[in-house]
């Protein structure tokens, strides 16, 4: 079975950093795209980063440019955020997401993610 699922979610304060990580099991995640969302109370799924299957390339949304860093260990089938310079905005349950497909033109904007992992609650005060 495919499956990814978050952990690291928490309570932070403002200023503070958490790391969020994703394991992926049920197939080899090496070739695909990874990415991360998170929906924030009243608001609408956003993309926050993605990572490319060779590990070349990354894209951050500007909201989190600059203080949140995504990174892999392909190896391990796992996915990291590094989430730095928290802020209360930044409150929102995050997903882990895999983009299968062989060419995705469309993955720094958030198209194509097609495996989901249940989410993990960040909260930061301030």
């Known amino acids: 079975q495919v499956q990814l699922v978050e952990s690291g979610g928490g309570l932070v304060q403002a200023g503070g950093s958490l790391r969020l990580s994703c394991a992926a099991s049920?197939?080899?995640?090496?070739?695909?795209?990874m990415g991360w969302f998170r929906q924030a109370p009243g608001k609408g799924r956003e993309f926050v980063a993605g990572i490319s299957a060779s590990d070349i390339a990354t894209y951050l949304a500007d909201s989190v440019k600059g203080r949140f860093t995504i990174s892999r260990d392909s190896a391990k089938n796992m996915v990291y955020l590094q989430m730095n310079s928290l802020k209360p905005e930044d409150t929102a349950v995050y997903y882990c997401?895999?983009?299968?497909?062989?060419?995705?033109?469309?993955?720094?904007?958030?198209?194509?993610?097609?495996?989901w992992g249940q989410g993990t609650q960040v909260t930061v005060s301030s």
């Open positions: 997401a895999a983009n299968t497909r062989m060419y995705s033109s469309g993955w720094r904007r958030g198209v194509g993610y097609d495996y």
């Open positions: 049920g197939r080899t995640f090496s070739s695909d795209i």
